[in-house]
């Protein structure tokens, strides 16, 4: 089994059931970053792995969209030497609040804890583009992605595939299984 994977499983993050994932669409397995994340051996395990990737960029920033990539932000930045931020939703539209910033030209990578459709990561690519700074990649732990695409270089730890469904067609529903919004409620390992 890929490493990134048994530690997920180990720490009890690859989730089976019905899910309702952030992007809308419905799944059979769900990854819960933030039970590896609790663990700093993991996380800066994990996060060395992907600022390696990318530690010739000379990246001044690593930002990532709360709160699932804060930490990812903030262990692949403290390897990279760089800064690290977040960008968060108000009234739905994803900005930098809390005082933080980014200069003009500055070379940003931006990470995420799992992609699923992209749609966050391209709500930060905005943000970052509104500053007028260079994106130099995009970095995440899991792609669970069908095949997604950004203009700028993409790494992943690891890419896996799994069912997701569009909420109209999605089998589980047809079963009738009762959903989940997964980090609404305590989960048990
Ligand atoms: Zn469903």
């Known amino acids: 089994m890929n490493e990134i994977l048994r530690i997920y499983e ?3 993050a690859i989730k ?31 996060c060395k792995s992907l600022a390696n990737h990318f530690k010739n960029y000379k990246i001044d920033v690593v930002v990532g969209p709360a709160i699932g990539a804060i930490i990812v932000a903030y262990e692949t930045a403290k390897f990279l030497n760089a ?47 509104s500053y007028n700074a260079n994106i130099v990649g995009i970095g995440c732990l899991i792609d669970r992605s069908e095949n997604v695409k950004f203009d700028y270089p993409f790494y992943s730890l690891v890419k896996v595939i799994v069912k997701t469904y569009r909420p109209e067609n999605c089998e589980l529903c047809a079963l009738k299984i009762p959903i989940e ?3 609404s409620k305590e989960w048990k390992k």
Request: aromatic share 10%; no cysteine.
């Open 16 to 46: 089976k059931g019905h899910f309702l994932l952030s992007s809308g669409l419905h799944s059979d397995t769900y990854f819960q970053s933030a039970l590896v994340l609790q663990y700093p051996k993991y996380s800066e395990f994990l």
């Open 83 to 129: 800064r690290a931020i977040f960008t968060e939703r108000e009234n739905g539209i994803m900005k930098l609040r809390r005082g933080f910033y980014i200069n003009e030209n500055e070379n940003i990578l931006i990470v995420e804890d799992v992609i699923t459709t992209g749609s966050s990561t391209n709500e930060v690519i905005e943000v970052v583009k």
């Open 10 to 12: 180990e720490t009890g």
């Open 181 to 183: 919004k997964p980090g």
